[in-house]
């Protein structure tokens, strides 16, 4: 008996170290992986304020290079951005996932209709900064958010909640009476939000790798654009090397301007809510708009304030609703 009551004691000891060690270790490896999230977090939501935040500075940068025309800016950008995109992909060793690519018909077919979407949205916005146009471009990406969440009614059958509906109906109607009131409808702006919404939208089908979807996006037009500038370097009328040192260095720079705040953007959309990163994404189209009232004093015109007035309250509308809707789901 004393035996078996002192292998029991000895067994129940064992068991009570071995509980309060796993018990330590758990707690332990719990606080790591709450310490990872956390950190996690916080770098994801500094790097959509980067992503946001540089984009909408963008007007700064290609107001430097008014003095080239929009279409040599388009294609320089294209250009360099493609070379910057490969120089990443050779570094981190990547170059295959290319090749691999290209043996589906149908991501390729996607990935130039994504190509074709964002080039037109660069070629209008490049435009637009240079045309004293800053104000009705900002407008665009402030509709730009709602377009998205009606592309995905549409096309994904992802479901829209009353408040949501109520915002893109305030921002429909805005834009509709600026229409009235103008003459004419803000094409500038419409155009940038539906070019931007629909890339992402084709981004979503596609899912790929950010990084490698723009090396392939820009690659796919590369060709052009440095056909073009070829033939303007030719006829003696390319502004890189003929412009002032400045002019070239920023025009071989807008490739790396174009990929970094796109990775910042990739960072971020691993590491926060969709919803943060819906709140932090105005920050873009308010620091354009900031640029286009105050430092180039820009006079948007009575149709324009109509506009901007209901968008902002839809967008105002969208965002205070996020948590309400969030809590009943």
């Known amino acids: 008996m004393y035996i078996y009551f002192n292998l029991s004691k000895n067994f129940y000891l064992l068991f009570k170290i071995t509980v309060w060690t796993s018990t330590r270790a758990g707690i332990r490896l719990y606080s790591r992986k709450t310490m990872k999230n956390q950190t996690s977090k916080i770098s ?16 700064l940068y290609w107001k430097m290079l008014k003095s080239v025309e929009p279409l040599q800016i388009l294609s320089h950008r294209i250009f360099w951005a493609a070379v910057f995109c ?44 240079n045309s004293g146009r800053i104000t009705e471009s900002a407008l665009g990406y402030y509709i730009n958010p709602l377009l ?96 002032s040192l400045l002019v070239t260095a920023l025009l071989i720079l807008a490739g790396a301007v174009t990929a970094i705040p796109l990775l910042f953007f990739a960072k971020a959309a691993n590491s926060i809510s969709l919803q943060k990163m819906g709140f932090i994404q105005y920050v873009s189209p308010t620091g354009q708009l900031f640029l286009g009232l105050v430092v180039f004093h820009e006079k948007p015109t009575s149709a324009l304030l109509v506009a901007f007035a209901g968008v902002i309250a839809a967008v105002l509308m969208y965002v205070l609703t996020r948590k309400r809707v969030a809590e009943k789901a």
């Open 44 to 59: 994801g939501t500094l790097a959509a304020f980067l992503a946001y935040g540089m984009w909408g500075l963008f007007p």
């Open 86 to 129: 490969l120089i990443l992909l050779g570094a981190s060793k990547q170059l295959s996932r290319i090749g691999e690519l290209f043996r589906s018909p149908r991501k390729v077919l996607r990935v130039a209709a994504c190509a074709i979407v964002v080039t037109a949205n660069w070629g209008i916005y490049i435009w637009a900064v």
């Open 148 to 243: 998205s969440v009606a592309f995905g009614v549409l096309f994904f059958r992802e479901r829209a909640d009353v408040w949501t509906k109520a915002a893109v109906s305030v921002a429909a109607l805005a834009i509709f009476a600026a229409a009235v009131i103008y003459g004419s409808v803000p094409w500038v702006s419409l155009l940038l939000a539906v070019t931007f919404a629909g890339y992402g939208a084709l981004k979503k089908q596609l899912a790929l790798d950010p990084l490698l979807g723009l090396t392939i996006e820009t690659l796919m037009v590369a060709p052009l654009a440095f056909g073009y500038l070829a033939i303007r370097q030719f006829q003696g009328t390319g502004a890189i090397f003929n412009a």
